[in-house]
Nanobody, 116 residues
Framework: QVQLVESGGGLVQPGGSLRLSCKIS????????WGWYRQAPGKEREYVAH???????DYGDSVAGRFEISADNARDTVYLEMNSLRPEDTAVYYC??????????WGQGTLVTVSS
């Protein structure tokens, strides 16, 4: 089964930036689209963004204009550049297939904490 390893999270002040990475254990080129999701404490996991093989990108309403998803096919890695971070962006961030995540492939995620 495919393994997903997220990294790059941490503690950042409001207004700051972080870049998350998701290393995928298989070639991502034939298996697009890929997405980012997040789960805040006490809340359901929610959609953040996805990217298609064509380069088309889509974002959830709460992150549009602040986050950018990208991918490096040669490195089998998907990225999430997060800018203008807000306290409400605090969550564990995960990558997985979009629109139907592979249930058996959820990684450990990477924790992003936005706080002063």
């Amino acid at each position: 089964q495919v393994q997903l390893v997220e990294s790059g999270g941490g503690l950042v002040q409001p207004g700051g930036s972080l870049r998350l990475s998701c290393k995928i254990s298989e070639s991502i080129l034939p298996s697009y689209p890929w997405g980012w999701y997040r789960q805040a404490p006490g809340k359901e996991r929610e959609y953040v963004a996805h990217i298609r093989a064509t380069g088309y990108r889509d974002y959830g309403d709460s992150v549009a204009g602040r986050f950018e998803i990208s991918a490096d096919n040669a490195r089998d890695t998907v990225y999430l550049e997060m800018n203008s971070l807000r306290p409400e962006d605090t969550a564990v961030y995960y990558c997985n297939k979009w629109p139907i995540p592979r249930a058996e492939s959820w990684g450990q995620g990477t924790l992003v904490t936005v706080s002063s």
